[in-house]
């Protein structure tokens, strides 16, 4: 790799452990709190440069593996984008704004060439094609079901609240994945890419179903 890339891929790593670090911090601190509002902010902070370098690094050689990296990154980066951009619309005034919309149709389109790349893997008998096939299909789905959602009115409630735990929880999936297939070599390749999800998936659930419940499970702050 040139110099440029050397430094690019140093910046990718600092940035990606931060985010592993402050997401933990912020998933394990009281909800509206000040730490788990400065760990959030920390990490959306650093899975933004993630994103960035990412598809520099993409700029820089675009190989497949490369590509398939950066489709990735935006897959994953849309969950914290919007996660952290649904604090902003906790009133059924506040609408989408051109930016939600930008983002989510590089969402659905990233979604879409993740199953193509998937499909063609596949048809080649590559085993990798499960996880492109997984991450294409949730890009998707998540794309499609945000872009119906954003043409909707919405109904007073505490959605927002539940979509930030869910989002916020998707990304740091998506951070866990990132260092288990880098580091994780004494597991199966799909099996590394894939674990997280597995598990993670249920826990996410597990704490919206928590927090559903009311005041005796953890209240929720409120809208205003």
């Keep these: 790799m040139t110099l440029v890339e050397d430094a690019t891929l140093g910046v990718h790593i600092l940035a990606g452990f931060a985010a592993l670090f402050a997401g933990f911090g912020a998933i394990v601190t009281t909800k509206g709190g000040r730490r788990h509002?400065?760990?959030?902010?920390?990490?959306?902070?650093?899975?933004?440069?993630?994103?960035?370098?990412?598809?520099?690094?993409?700029?820089?050689a675009p190989t497949r593996g490369r590509t398939f990296l950066a489709l990735v990154a935006v897959?994953?980066?849309?969950?914290?984008?919007?996660?952290?951009?649904?604090?902003s619309r906790k009133r059924?005034?506040?609408?989408?704004?051109?930016?939600?919309?930008?983002?989510?149709?590089?969402?659905?389109?990233?979604?879409?060439?993740?199953?193509?790349?998937?499909?063609?893997?596949?048809?080649?008998?590559?085993?990798?094609?499960?996880?492109?096939?997984?991450?294409?299909?949730?890009?998707?789905?998540?794309?499609?079901?945000?872009?119906?959602?954003?043409?909707?009115?919405?109904?007073?409630?505490?959605?927002w609240f539940f979509e930030h735990i869910g989002r916020m929880g998707g990304g740091y999936i998506a951070t866990v994945t990132a260092f288990s297939?880098?580091?994780?070599?004494?597991?199966?390749?799909?099996?590394?890419?894939?674990?997280?999800?597995v598990v993670g998936t249920p826990l996410i659930f597990a704490a919206i179903r928590k927090y559903r419940r009311g005041p005796s499970s953890g209240a929720a702050p409120t809208a205003d």
Aim: aromatic share 14%; glycine share 10%.
């Design 181 to 197: 297939s880098v580091n994780f070599d004494f597991l199966p390749t799909v099996a590394a890419w894939l674990w997280p999800t």
């Design 37 to 60: 509002r400065r760990a959030g902010r920390i990490y959306v902070a650093g899975m933004t440069v993630v994103a960035v370098t990412s598809l520099a690094l993409f700029a820089l």
């Design 92 to 159: 059924p005034t506040d609408g989408p704004e051109p930016l939600d919309w930008i983002a989510v149709s590089l969402l659905t389109a990233a979604g879409v060439g993740l199953l193509a790349m998937g499909a063609l893997r596949l048809l080649a008998g590559d085993g990798f094609a499960a996880v492109m096939l997984v991450f294409g299909a949730a890009g998707t789905g998540f794309g499609v079901r945000d872009l119906v959602t954003f043409r909707r009115e919405r109904a007073a409630s505490r959605e």
């Design 75 to 87: 897959f994953s980066y849309y969950f914290v984008f919007s996660g952290d951009r649904v604090l």
